[in-house]
């Protein structure tokens, strides 16, 4: 038994120090990664159910790495976060996805609107703010194309500088939305504090359909509180016809998910909209 035991530490320790080096060549990797393009804008698009056209298409980060192939954001986010890297990787991103977003307008006269996702560090970073509302000037954006989806639990949000930025910021025409609503504790609270333009109704909810009634029943709930509201909703992670009419019948018009389309590199992006455009 002893002997089994220490096995397993070995394999333990072994595991961790993979996880560990991985974690520090990522990091490291990440400032050449900026500075050879490897980071990358793809783009997802929300469906506006009731037009057949897009409400929002929403910028999820890429990196191609030539060793390691596709990292997921949900990995390297943090680690930009954490080694201080990540002003510089998201300010580089939005300037791609705004360009994006310009050539679209002008070539197929897109009207909606462009959805970045920031973590609470982000918006407190010096100058970010300032530097998106520059950018907005730069780009000549009309007011309300610009949205942050605030991505993390909203107790983050909740301190009074993060609270005055995101204030000026909506004043100066850019949108606020909730990520992953309902998943975190203190969402409620918020919504009725400041004056929220949209919230996406987390995955796990519309899972939910015609799989728990008990699931449906929140879910339900949530749909009727944003109608209450007025705020604009998107339910997320929209995977299967039934799932779309169950979510139509309840009045939830806008919709995101594999079932409409993937998120797509800059160019695919560009030509799924030129379709939609022709139709
Ligand atoms: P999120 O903002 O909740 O984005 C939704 C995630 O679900 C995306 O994964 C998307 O590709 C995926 N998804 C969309 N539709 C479906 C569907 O129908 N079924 C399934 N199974 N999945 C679907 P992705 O792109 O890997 O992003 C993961 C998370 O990483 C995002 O979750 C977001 O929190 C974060 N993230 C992505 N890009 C950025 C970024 O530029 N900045 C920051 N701070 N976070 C980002
Ligand atoms: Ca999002
Ligand atoms: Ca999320
Ligand atoms: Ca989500």
Known sequence: AKKMKNTNWVYYQEA??????????????????????????????????????????????????????FISPLEFIPIAEDSGQLKEL???????????????QEKVQYQGMLSVNVTSQLISEDSFCENLLRLKEEF??????????????MQL????????KLRILQENGIRIA??????????????????????????????????????EAVLDSL???S????????????ETEAQVSYLQKRECMFMQGYYFARPMPAREAGDYLESLFKN
């Open 140 to 153: 000549h954006l009309a007011d309300g194309i610009l949205e942050l989806e605030l991505t993390e639990n």
């Open 223 to 225: 749909i009727l509180l």
């Open 90 to 104: 998201m300010q580089g991103l939005i300037r791609k996805a705004v360009q994006e977003l310009v050539s679209w």
């Open 16 to 69: 961790m120090s993979t996880e560990w080096n991985r974690r520090l060549r990522l990091e490291k990797d990440l400032l050449q990664a900026m500075q050879r393009d490897e980071l990358m804008p793809y783009f997802q698009p929300e469906i506006d159910t009731v037009i057949q056209g897009v409400l929002s298409m929403e910028l999820l980060a890429r990196w191609e790495h030539p060793e390691l192939g």
């Open 178 to 215: 909730i990520d992953d609503f309902g998943s975190g504790y203190s969402n409620f609270s918020y919504i009725s504090d400041f004056p929220i333009d949209k919230i996406k109704i987390d995955k796990s909810f519309t899972d939910y359909i015609e799989v728990s009634k008990r699931g």
């Open 227 to 238: 109608l209450r509201l007025g705020i604009d909703l998107v339910a997320e992670g929209v």
């Open 157 to 164: 949000f909740e301190t009074p500088l993060i609270q005055q």
